[in-house]
């Protein structure tokens, strides 16, 4: 069993920043692939980035050049750098990790981008 907490979301001007963090626990953090999705009222669950064990990254093209996941292997975190944050970035952010058939998700962070 993994557990996931994320942290750092919060309410933030158009143009700004924010980091997200999810810590993992209960497992050998560096062998699962980490990702982060975002799920907007009345729309469905969307694949954000994601990070595999060998460094990989993946982007959604709606966060291409503004989003980074880093992954810190050794405080078993992996992190979701948002930059030129937008009113369509609003939404609860999920950290989720998987391997094999196995996959896990946090309970979520509410991040609301408006002026």
């Known amino acids: 069993q993994v557990q996931l907490v994320e942290s750092g979301g919060g309410l933030v001007q158009p143009g700004g920043s924010l980091r997200l963090s999810c810590a993992a626990s209960?497992?050998?953090?560096?062998?699962?692939?980490m990702a982060w999705y975002r799920q907007a009222p009345g729309k469905q669950r969307e694949l954000v980035a994601s990070i595999t064990t060998g460094g990989s990254t993946n982007y959604a093209d709606s966060v291409k050049g503004r989003f980074t996941i880093p992954r810190d292997n050794t405080k078993n975190t992996v992190y979701l750098q948002m930059n030129s944050l937008k009113p369509e970035d609003t939404a609860v952010y999920h950290c989720h990790c998987n391997r094999l058939t196995f996959e896990y998700w946090g309970q979520g962070t509410q991040v609301t981008v408006s002026s």
């Open positions: 209960g497992s050998i953090f560096s062998i699962w692939t």
